[in-house]
């Protein structure tokens, strides 16, 4: 099967997005079909495509939200180049400028379209609007993702049953909606993959040592993310232990400001910010770590999550449906939902270290079944409806005509 992703962002930018979009063209790989990469190109002003890899990248010019760039919703030059992959299927990942030449590329050349709703955008419209036109907002929001997901998609995948439930009972969506929580390439997490000394040499990067009691939260430094919460958790977790602390991977728009709420709180020695990782190196920041910590209630899945227990981390997360579809509670994970709570957690998993180990088993365990092979089959599963639902509609649709032409016919 040739199949074509269409996505805002690729590598060599890293995001959860990200992350999955490569797993993804991986796992369909090495089933033997031949995946095709359309993206924007982050890097220049420069139509790019790079055979081997089977990407092209279209221009764009910078929004100014964070790395991002907005494209031509018909790049004319890119048409071509597309054409000659001849897909069976389109698989967009993206609502934006990139998706929507999806939507037209599908329907101009009678190809199916497959699309993953990734992002739970009513939960971020008040960053944009500061709660004026908040719920105009929201039915814009709506109308916009109804027209997207029902109107062009042959078949539509959602990551949890959080999103699931937004799609049915709020937006009465009629299509098909396949729950498919996205998968890693889990064993590059795994603790017998991880290289001693490499790890050692992390560890005197970060200044910390085995003694120390590490959380780890691993995202984008943003609002949305409720970083803040975290943080004025710390005063209180160093004032009671002084060597746990809290490691923040990532960057973000509002990095700076949390640099200077730990300088505020007299916490610079204890709240370590890394910056931008490379994705090679990511597996070993979670192997310094005890914990796992987010407070977002943004998320549509949270692949961070998945990372940790692979790695044999215990998540402790903010009690939230996205989380709740990965974690159970008192098994492999826990679940806070106050400031006091979330304390109370990370005290009782310093203090019991025979528990910590048993949640991380566990946590290893739960794992192992978002592996990328697991997830790339049931992908290609949606893949082969859309395409038996498009010929169907294809085959309906002349019949439709000639029924049509004969009725015009004969009232003549």
């Not at 139509?47 to 991002?68: A, F, Q, W």
């Not at 566990?362 to 290609?380: C, M």
Request: charged share 30%.
């Amino acid at each position: 099967m040739r199949i074509g992703i269409f996505t805002e962002t690729y590598t060599p930018y890293i995001s959860g997005l990200v992350t999955s979009e490569v797993m993804l063209k991986n796992a369909l790989e090495k089933q033997g079909h031949e995946v095709y990469v359309v993206t924007a190109n982050l890097e220049s002003f420069k139509y790019e495509y790079n055979e081997k890899e089977r990407v092209l990248k279209v221009p764009g010019v910078p929004t100014g939200i964070y790395d991002s760039r907005l494209t031509s919703i018909y790049p004319v030059r890119a048409v071509n180049k597309i054409k000659s992959w001849h897909l069976d299927v389109i698989h967009s990942q993206t609502e934006f400028a990139i998706g929507t030449f999806a939507r037209l590329f599908a329907k101009q050349f009678n190809i199916p379209l497959v699309h993953t709703y990734h992002t739970m955008y009513e939960d971020y419209i008040y960053y944009i609007t500061k709660g004026y036109f908040d719920k105009s907002s929201k039915k814009l929001v709506e109308y916009l993702t109804k027209f997207y997901c029902a109107t062009t998609a042959t078949e539509l995948i959602v990551p949890t049953n959080k999103i699931y439930k937004l799609f049915k009972e709020k937006y009465k969506f009629e299509k098909n909606i396949n729950i498919i929580p996205t998968g890693i390439e889990v064993e590059r997490f795994y603790k017998e993959n991880i290289k001693e000394e490499e790890l050692e040499e992390l560890r005197k990067t970060l200044r910390i040592n085995k003694k120390d009691f590490v959380i780890l939260f691993v995202g984008r430094l943003a609002e949305e993310k409720n970083i803040e919460f975290l943080i004025n958790s710390q005063k209180k977790l160093h004032g009671k232990y002084k060597n746990i602390k809290l490691i923040l991977v990532g960057d973000g728009p509002d990095k700076e400001k949390y640099e200077d709420m730990v300088q505020k709180l007299d916490l610079e020695d204890n709240v370590i910010f890394t910056g931008k990782t490379a994705w090679g190196d990511m597996p070993y920041y979670y192997h310094v770590a005890n914990v796992f910590a987010t407070a977002s209630k943004t998320e549509t899945q949270g692949l961070t999550i998945i990372e940790a227990m692979a790695s044999n981390v215990v998540p402790v997360c903010m009690r939230d449906e996205a989380f709740q579809s990965m974690v159970t509670e008192d098994l492999d994970g826990l679940f806070f939902e106050t400031q006091e709570e979330y304390e109370k957690i990370i005290m009782h998993l310093y203090e019991n270290k025979s528990e910590l180990e048993r949640y991380d088993r566990q946590a290893r365990i739960q794992a192992e079944t978002y592996s990328s092979k697991y997830y790339g089959e049931r992908v290609l599963e949606v893949y082969n409806r859309a395409i038996r639902e498009k010929q169907e509609e294809n085959r309906y649709g002349i019949i439709s005509k000639i029924v049509k032409t004969i009725k015009e016919r004969l009232d003549k």
